[in-house]
Every structure is written in structure tokens, then in C-alpha cells.
């Protein structure tokens, strides 16, 4: 089996509930729906918690994720500042919502940060606080300018949205063909039956015809709950098979994959479903692609 690594995981979660608190930490039955008992994670999870945990793997950068600090630009100036101690931030993923009148002041609080190379946008329902969840938001008139002054401040849209709506994804990535767009968990699926498999992979498929879109593939334990290799391989292979290795890339979600495995377990398991990929192929899907759309420098 070819070697593992290195490594650029493309979704890591920090975080210091005495700081600066996600909400669905502080409320630890908000999104149990969606994670199951998460009682044990951690109230303060740092760059330096995530290279213990690591140890052995030939991690060479991370995308922080921004899981939804109450401050977003001081979550994100409290990673920079971690990075400068440490090093290892490849990019960092803020989070935003563009239907609010004060998103084109975030965009420029947060293009003051060197790392920041994206904002992640929450679809998805019950990860929002106080928010519109719809696919519907995205046809707004304001999140389309919200969204193009994304694309000029050359800011990547990370979209976290559930498998019935990407279809709206879809359309905007045809409306803003010159924004880049990450869709968050490989379009976090939500029928995991076979039949449930084949709907899912015909919507990913007019995302993967946009040159513009690419996925993380991460999220594992979230999706799947209590994964096996057999259970994810043909989810994962197809979604390669769509997009192509240069526009896919490999995350743990870390600290949240604890719940069900870890970053060995999961990191050996994506080992063994890609082992028939050519090196090169490995190289994006575990390194390269990460590096290419969300590198700050």
C-alpha cells in the first residue's frame, strides 16, 4: 500500500468556550440530532491539542473551520495568533452569513487577516443561530452581491448545505461562475440507502460540472455515525469518480470525528479506499487540493 501523507487536513475546529463560545457547545442538546451525544468534547481545543493528536502523521498544514464562535474575527485572530507560535494554518475558513446588512464590513474585517481565505456559508438547518436556513437565501438579491464581493475580495464560499439543497447550489455557481465554491462534506447526504446513494450522486453531479466548485470530504463520523470502511468507500470513490482528485480533499473534523473514531482510525481508512488511486491522485486528495483552494499564501 502506497505511504500516507503528507498531509494538509482540510477541516479542523479550534476553539476556547471561555472566550469566545460556539453556541451549540454552550447548549450541548442544539445539534445532538445531527452529532449524537457530544457531551465529551472538549470546552477548549487548540493547535497544540491537535498536534498531540496527530503525532505520527506526517501533517504538514490544516483549514481551520470557524464552528461558530460568537466572534468570528477575533475566532479568527486567535488562530492566527496560534499559527505565529506554531505554524501549520494553511487557511482559514471564517464564517458569515451574506443575507445580513453587515456582511460586506465582515469581508473587510476579515481580508485584513492573512490567513483568511474563505467564509463559510450555513445552509444546513440547526447550525445557524437565529438565521434563515433555507436554499432559498441564496436567490436573494443581496446575497448575490454579498456573494460576488466574495469572489472580488478573491475569497472562497465554503457551503455547508444538506443534499436537498444543492440544487440551489448549483445555481449559483452557474449565476457566479468566477466564484470558487467548496461544498461542505461532499453535500452532506442524508439517506444513506443505496437508493438514497443514486439521488445523491445525480445531484452532486451538476455541482461537479462546474469548474468552480470543488468538496471536502470529511465530516465522516457525522454522516455516518458509527462508519465502517466497507459502509463509506463507495460514497467517497463515487464523489472522486464526479469531481476528479484536483477538486477533492480530505479533512477529519477533528475534534468532532472523536465521537466516532479518530484521526489514525480515519486517516488509515482513507489509506485503504484510495490505495488504487495513482500517487499523484493520493497527493491532491491529501495534500494538494486543500492546498490550492485554501492557501493564504
Known amino acids: ?40 468534547l472538549p470546552d477548549v481545543y487548540r493547535l ?21 464562535a460568537a466572534d468570528p474575527v477575533a475566532a479568527a485572530e486567535w488562530v492566527r495568533r496560534q499559527h505565529e507560535e506554531r505554524g501549520l494554518v494553511t487557511g482559514i475558513v471564517s464564517l458569515g452569513d451574506p443575507a445580513v446588512d453587515g456582511f460586506a464590513d465582515l469581508v473587510d474585517r476579515l481580508r485584513a487577516i492573512p490567513l483568511v ?16 436556513q433555507q436554499s432559498t437565501v441564496l436567490a436573494q ?13 478573491d475569497l472562497v464560499a465554503t457551503i455547508e448545505a444538506t443534499s436537498d439543497q444543492l440544487g440551489a447550489v448549483a445555481q449559483i455557481a452557474g449565476r ?31 455541482l461537479a460540472a462546474r469548474p468552480n466548485v470543488a468538496t471536502r470530504l470529511d465530516a465522516i463520523g457525522t454522516i455516518f455515525g458509527a462508519w465502517t470502511v466497507d459502509r463509506v468507500r463507495p460514497w467517497l470513490r463515487a464523489i472522486v ?42 497527493e491532491m486528495l491529501l495534500r494538494d487540493t486543500a492546498q490550492r483552494w485554501y492557501g493564504s499564501g
Not at 12 to 34: A, I
Open 176 to 206: 457566479l461562475p468566477h466564484l470558487r465554491i467548496v461544498v461542505d462534506h461532499f453535500g452532506w447526504p442524508t439517506d444513506l440507502s443505496d437508493g438514497g446513494r443514486r439521488t445523491h450522486l445525480d445531484r452532486v453531479e451538476e
Open 117 to 132: 481565505s474563505s467564509i463559510r456559508v450555513r445552509l444546513a438547518a440547526g447550525l445557524v443561530q437565529g438565521a434563515d
Open 48 to 68: 497544540g491539542d491537535y498536534e498531540r493528536e496527530t503525532a505520527g502523521f506526517d501533517v504538514r498544514g490544516i483549514v481551520w473551520s470557524d464552528a461558530g
Open 241 to 282: 469518480s464526479l469531481f476528479g482528485a484536483d477538486r477533492c480533499m480530505l479533512g477529519s473534523d477533528l475534534p468532532i470525528e472523536r465521537l466516532r473514531s479518530g484521526f489514525g482510525p480515519l486517516y488509515r481508512a482513507y489509506d485503504e479506499i484510495f490505495a488504487p488511486h495513482t500517487p499523484s491522485e493520493r
Open 141 to 153: 438579491r443581496a446575497v448575490i452581491e454579498h456573494l460576488d464581493l466574495m469572489a472580488r475580495a
Open 1 to 40: 500500500m502506497p505511504a500516507l501523507g503528507p498531509i494538509v487536513d482540510c477541516n479542523v475546529h479550534l476553539w476556547d468556550q471561555r472566550h469566545n463560545p460556539v453556541f451549540w457547545l454552550t447548549d450541548r442538546t442544539l445539534v445532538r440530532d445531527l452529532i449524537g451525544n457530544y457531551d465529551s
